[in-house]
Every structure is written in structure tokens, then in C-alpha cells.
């Protein structure tokens, strides 16, 4: 267990396995892309990893936070690192995104956050021989439509969706998304050279209505902060 700065929300401090993973700068752009205007807001982080997303959100003085994540030796992490920075009032759950059935009523946040595993699993993929590295990239425990289907019976009407996921599986979450009714409002494509936009941010909302904005973030390594990349 190493402890490491949380990027550069100081003071804040987050605990790492260099044996697992580390949070990577898709959780720092999930983070930064919630509206902070919904501070007041109930929000989940599915899939929460070591915190990192809970601990950033409520850098921004969110309030009431839950994270959910499987990995018991991953939670752990979490934990030690809410214990680090004296924070008290995000929930960390060492549970399945597949069991919310078991552990909320339906509609019961306003906002989910995700940044799942993006790999989908088949006689072809490569898959990591750390288990732990492998659950957590590949679709192993939680596939799309678990993901999708799970995080509409969470959210409230008109509740919203932020996910950050494979650019390559943009026409699978549409397609799966509308079958739930989460409807998709805002796509931002993000390149992570000037030639290659594969990574994208998604805002889907329950039950909302259709029109989609399109955003473009040129070749992210550019950028000295990334937390001053949307407007708040």
C-alpha cells in the first residue's frame, strides 16, 4: 500500500497497489465532468476503485456520496484512504453493481458516475494474468448492459448518468442505453493523441428527451491540469 498525492486536489491523499492499478486520468476527467452545480445531489460511484472519484467530488463539496466496489482488496484501499483524509461522509461499499436490487430501493440517487471495465471478454482477449487488473479491465464481473440496466434502476427520473468508456463502444451504449431509457445528451470525444479520439465522455439522462451535443477535447497529454477542462 503506497500513499500518493490525489493528482493535484491537495491536500488530499489517495492509497495505491502497484501490484493492482492505479487511478488513471479517466478517473480524473469523470470526476472533473459532473456539473458541480449539484452539490446537493445524491451520487453513487459504481465500480468506485480506490476512491479516487468520491474523493474528488467531494473536493468540490459534494455532500452526499456513496461509492460501491467489488474487490475487497481494491476497497480496502478506499477505505484506508478515507481514513487519510479525515472524510466521513462518503459510503464505501464492498459489493457487486450487480446486487443494488439488494441494497437500494429503486430511484434512489440523482446522479451515477462510472468508469467501468471496458473490455468486452471472448476467445481473442488478452487478458491480464493479475486477476484483480483483469476484473477491473475486462467484462469479466459486469458487462454493459448489467452496467446500463443497473444504473437506471438506481437513478431518479430525469437523473443523470456520467460514464467514461471506449470511444470504439459509442453505438453499443446507445443502443443499450435506450432500451433502459437513459437517453444520451452530451458525447465529448477525447483524444489522446491529435490523431486518435478514443476515449469519450458520456451525460446520458433517464427518461430525457432527444438532442445531443457533441464536444471535441484535442490530445489530452497537452494539457498541464485537467481540472480546469469544464466550465463549473
Known amino acids: 500500500m503506497i500513499k500518493n498525492d490525489l493528482f493535484d486536489y ?3 491523499k489517495i492509497y495505491q497497489d502497484n501490484q493492482f492499478f492505479k487511478f488513471s486520468l479517466d478517473s480524473i476527467l469523470l470526476g472533473e465532468y459532473v456539473d458541480k452545480k449539484n452539490k446537493d445531489k445524491k451520487v453513487i ?6 476512491g479516487a472519484i468520491p474523493l ?3 473536493y468540490y463539496g459534494f455532500s ?3 461509492g460501491l466496489e467489488l474487490q475487497k482488496p481494491i476497497y480496502d484501499l478506499a477505505i484506508a484512504s478515507l481514513k487519510e483524509n479525515k472524510v466521513e461522509n462518503i459510503n464505501i461499499i464492498n459489493d457487486d453493481v450487480n446486487n443494488v436490487r439488494h441494497l ?3 430511484e434512489s440517487f440523482d446522479i451515477v458516475t ?5 473490455f468486452k471478454t471472448n476467445h481473442s482477449s488478452l487478458i491480464n494474468d493479475n486477476e484483480i487488473k483483469a476484473i477491473a479491465r475486462h467484462e469479466i464481473k459486469l458487462d454493459l448492459d448489467n452496467l446500463l440496466k443497473n ?3 438506481l437513478l431518479t427520473n430525469n437523473g443523470i448518468l456520467y460514464m467514461v468508456h471506449r470511444s470504439e463502444r459509442l453505438f453499443e451504449i446507445a443502443n443499450i442505453s435506450n432500451h433502459y431509457h437513459l437517453t444520451i445528451k452530451e458525447v465529448v470525444f477525447i483524444a489522446s493523441n491529435q490523431d486518435n479520439y478514443d476515449m469519450v465522455l458520456i451525460k446520458l439522462i433517464k427518461n430525457g ?4 451535443k457533441i464536444k471535441m477535447i484535442n490530445d489530452i497529454n497537452s494539457y498541464k491540469s485537467y481540472k480546469n477542462m469544464f466550465e463549473r
Not at 460511484?45 to 480506490?50: A, H, K, T
Not at 428527451?209 to 445531443?212: E, S
Open 114 to 118: 462510472c468508469n467501468p471495465p471496458y
Open 45 to 50: 460511484d459504481l465500480c468506485c476503485g480506490n
Open 151 to 153: 444504473a437506471a434502476y
Open 209 to 212: 428527451n432527444d438532442g445531443v
Open 56 to 58: 474528488i467530488l467531494h
Open 64 to 66: 452526499n456520496l456513496t
Open 104 to 106: 437500494f430501493k429503486s
Open 10 to 12: 491537495e491536500p488530499y
